[in-house]
């Protein structure tokens, strides 16, 4: 078991939050100087004082010559024939490069440790390879935000982004929705002390449409556009939903009743399938990018993957309707992540009994790699352009870790959070990526690099899920 959610009895500590607006900019401690002799800016180089001579840099005997040529002219004041005075300038041009400079205020470039001709010749000019430029990756967050009452619970997820680059947030009974594009932010749907606090929100494919889990087990959906309802799902689970995920038209919702629940959004009698695999609380669900196989993670310690070709609406009593049952993790199994590059992997990561991020084959149910990371493991997201994998965690430094795949090396570690870092979710371009913590704050990384140019997108005639909602009377 991990350790849930954490609540304050100081009244006077809730009035202030209630005081607090929600996402709006954390304003920034000033900015003092490092007292170590190095910087933290990359474009930086240590080349000495602008004001202050490099000796190292100097070539003494020139600066010799040109401090005392002047003297040794003015005693030897002899007129020089034409034919020596060509010599003299000839000379100065050639040994000094007409040089007038005494001082030099740079360091000297380092010798190169092989001659230049020797690596001329060891390197085909046919065979030679452009060195790919390192990213760079700022160590600190780009932009913070207030989020108040933000519920401190490991097993809810609070969090996402969707396809029209607006982002999601719940705050105690309330989700806001902030726009990426202009930063304004506006509240979408308040829910009563009954029926909350909401304890999931994700988004459809389409960006319009989301779908919002409540404690009660009741789930909506809303337009964001119009801000309009458009339906409830009631009687889907006993308790809380923590847990949403998309595939099309078909929303799946993950229970503290230890059930999953296909509901395809289309139609009045909503229910599809229902899995039944995890005798605890789902906390975790994540379909593939086929939409063949959702994967699920829960309390029990469990992660189980189901094959959309074994569905069936009524299996009989007793049968084992999941594709592959992974009980390899020790604790909580939250973070799940389907890999953009390789359709049968997955990345799961588990609570603070196991702190570990483990690598499946789906097709074979085999474990690839398994990797302490030191810490709970909240969160996972792969880099849509790169081989590297992004992962959040808790106790002790609350940081979020880049890692190279599949060496599972860290390249970063990005620090700020004051609490576990609980929920992330990434930019529609794939290049940040915002992370929220029990500290009450959202924060964004500009981790995975920068966007590239937009393409025109397509025209599609499918007009998503929630399309015959326009044309009810």
């Known amino acids: ?52 001579p490099d000796r190292s840099a100097m070539d003494m005997d020139v600066a010799y010559y040109l401090l005392t040529q002047t003297r040794k002219e003015k005693e030897n004041a002899v007129p020089a024939s034409p034919s020596k005075e060509a010599y003299r300038k000839l000379l100065a041009e050639n040994l000094l490069k007409n040089r007038t400079r005494i001082l030099a205020f740079h360091s000297k470039p380092p010798a190169p440790s092989r001659p230049f001709f020797q690596e001329a010749d060891a390197v085909s000019p046919h065979h030679a390879k452009p060195a790919k430029q390192r990213r760079y990756i700022p160590q600190s967050a780009d932009r913070t935000l207030d989020a108040p009452d933000i519920v401190d619970d490991y097993y809810l997820n609070l969090l996402d982004w969707g396809s029209g680059n607006v982002l999601s947030i719940a705050l105690g009974n309330t989700v806001y929705l902030w726009d990426a594009s202009d930063g304004s932010t506006s509240e979408l749907v308040t829910v009563d002390d009954d029926a909350g606090p909401v304890t999931s929100v994700s988004w459809a494919p389409d960006g319009r449409h989301i779908a919002v889990g409540l404690n009660s087990s009741d789930v909506q959906l809303w337009d964001s556009a119009s801000n309009r309802s458009l339906r409830t799902l009631r009687g889907v689970h006993g308790s809380r939903v923590g847990s949403l995920a998309w595939n099309n038209n078909i929303l799946s919702t993950g229970g503290m009743d230890g059930k999953i629940v296909n509901n395809d959004v289309r139609v009045r009698s909503h229910v599809v399938q229902t899995y039944r695999g995890h005798q605890q609380e789902v906390c975790g669900l994540k379909w593939s990018g086929s939409g063949q196989q959702l994967a699920s993670g829960g309390n029990d310690n ?39 590059f390789q359709s049968n992997l997955l990345a799961s990561g588990g609570g603070g009994g196991d702190r570990c991020i483990k690598f499946w084959n789906t097709h074979t149910g085999a474990c690839l790699n398994s990797v302490d990371t030191g810490s709970q493991v909240c969160s996972l997201l792969w880099n849509k352009k790169e081989r590297e994998l992004l992962s959040s965690h808790g106790f002790t430094q609350n940081q979020l870790t880049l890692w190279k795949y599949p060496s599972m090396v860290r390249i970063a570690e990005l620090t700020g959070h004051t609490s576990r870092v609980l929920f992330m979710a990434q930019s529609p371009d794939g290049c940040t990526v915002a992370s929220a913590a029990g500290d009450e ?20 005639g499918n007009a998503g899920p929630f399309s015959s909602y326009n044309h009810i009377r």
């Open 1 to 52: 078991m991990d350790a849930g959610s954490s609540s304050s009895s100081i009244s006077s500590e809730k009035r202030r939050m209630s005081s607090r607006r929600p996402l709006q900019d954390v304003p920034s401690r000033p900015f003092l100087p490092s007292m170590h002799t190095t910087s933290r800016n990359p474009s930086w180089r240590q080349s000495g004082d602008r004001f202050i």
């Open 302 to 340: 469990l992660v189980h993957i189901w094959d959309v070709s074994m569905a069936s609406a009524n299996p009989p009593r007793g049968q084992n309707q999941w594709f592959h049952r992974l009980d390899d993790h020790m604790a909580a199994v939250k973070a799940l992540a389907w890999c953009p």
């Open 441 to 460: 704050t959202l924060r964004f990384w500009n981790v995975f690099g920068t966007p590239e140019a937009a393409k025109p997108a397509a025209k599609s």
